[in-house]
Nanobody, 125 residues
Framework: QVQLVESGGGLVQAGGSLRLSCAASGRTFSTHAMGWFRQAPGKEREFVASMRWANGDTYYADSVQGRFTISRDIAKNTVYLQMNSLKPEDTAAYYC??????????????????WGQGTQVTVSS
């Protein structure tokens, strides 16, 4: 089992920045991949970004490419999502996700092995 605890959400004005954190514990996940999804009210959960834990390979959804950056701190077993130039349409609950295998493509909800509890990001116009 892998436990994921997210933090860092909040309210920010359009154009601002936030950094989300996701701390993992439990089984070693040296072979895992970690990523982020988001879900806005009334919409399906969608892929945002992912990272191969072993070598740091990354993949981003087109909607966030160039504005969001996923990174990791291996010593802290933590993955981050730095979100810059935020837009009102980025408003959503953001969920940390873990998979047993990394793919350089947009992940599907059904691909995920473990989920975090979610953290709310609200961007005001």
């Amino acid at each position: 089992q892998v436990q994921l605890v997210e933090s860092g959400g909040g309210l920010v004005q359009a154009g601002g920045s936030l950094r989300l954190s996701c701390a993992a514990s439990g089984r070693t996940f040296s072979t895992h991949a970690m990523g982020w999804f988001r879900q806005a009210p009334g919409k399906e959960r969608e892929f945002v970004a992912s990272m191969r834990w072993a070598n740091g390979d990354t993949y981003y959804a087109d909607s966030v490419q160039g504005r969001f950056t996923i990174s990791r701190d291996i010593a802290k077993n933590t993955v981050y999502l730095q979100m810059n130039s935020l837009k009102p349409e980025d408003t959503a609950a953001y969920y940390c996700a873990v998979r047993r295998a990394y793919t350089s493509s947009a992940w599907r909800v059904e691909d995920i092995d473990y989920w975090g509890q979610g953290t709310q990001v609200t961007v005001s116009s």
